[in-house]
Structure formats: structure tokens, C-alpha cells
């Protein structure tokens, strides 16, 4: 998968790459393209997006821990932040999220 370029990525399944909420990043031999670290940078701004349509309360940036990071905050010292559900209510449901116009529930 390495040999294909990111842009033309329409589905990932994370065991080489890892889980984005390991928050471990590993680096694998040959990676040039740093493909694992961009496809945890995706993941972590798609779940930055929903929670901005859903008006979720997003995670505090500071300055150690801030959006300029592929996690976007959402690893903090190689621990994840979960998603802050406590304003979510029922009428919410079901979570649906865009990714490159088409919906995935």
C-alpha cells in the first residue's frame, strides 16, 4: 500500500499503521512518504470535524499538546482523549460523518 499514492486512499483498515487512538505513530522501514503519520492525520481531523458538526466540545489545545500536531490534540502524553459525549442527546443519533461526500453511519 505504501507504493500508492495517499491521495488515491479510499479505505483503511489500521494494523501495519496502527489505531490513531494507540496514539503511537510507528515507523516502518521504507516509509517515505510518512503514510502512517498522514492517515492518523486524517483520522484525527475527520473526528475533529464531527465533533465540530455535532457541537461537541473539542479538546483544549495548549501549547505542548496543540493543533498544529497530527493528533490535534487528541493524544496527550501517549494517551488518548476521548471525545467529550456529555451534550450529546438522543435527537443527535445516528452519528453520521462525511468523507469525501459520502456519508458512513
Known amino acids: 500500500c ?9 479505505n483503511v483498515h489500521f494494523t501495519l499503521c496502527q489505531k ?9 522501514p521504507g516509509d517515505d512518504q510518512h503514510f502512517c503519520a498522514a492517515l492518523h492525520a486524517k483520522w484525527h481531523r475527520l473526528r475533529e470535524n464531527m465533533e465540530g458538526e455535532r457541537g461537541l466540545l473539542k479538546v483544549e489545545a495548549t501549547p505542548d499538546y496543540g493543533l498544529d500536531k ?4 487528541h493524544c496527550r502524553r501517549g ?14 443519533a445516528p452519528l453520521v460523518v462525511e468523507a469525501r461526500g459520502v456519508a458512513i453511519a
Open 2 to 10: 505504501r507504493a500508492v499514492a495517499y491521495e488515491s486512499i479510499k
Open 20 to 28: 490513531p487512538w494507540t496514539c503511537n505513530v510507528p515507523q516502518q
Open 70 to 73: 497530527a493528533h490535534l490534540g
Open 79 to 92: 494517551k488518548y482523549w476521548p471525545m467529550n459525549l456529555d451534550h450529546l442527546t438522543p435527537r443527535d
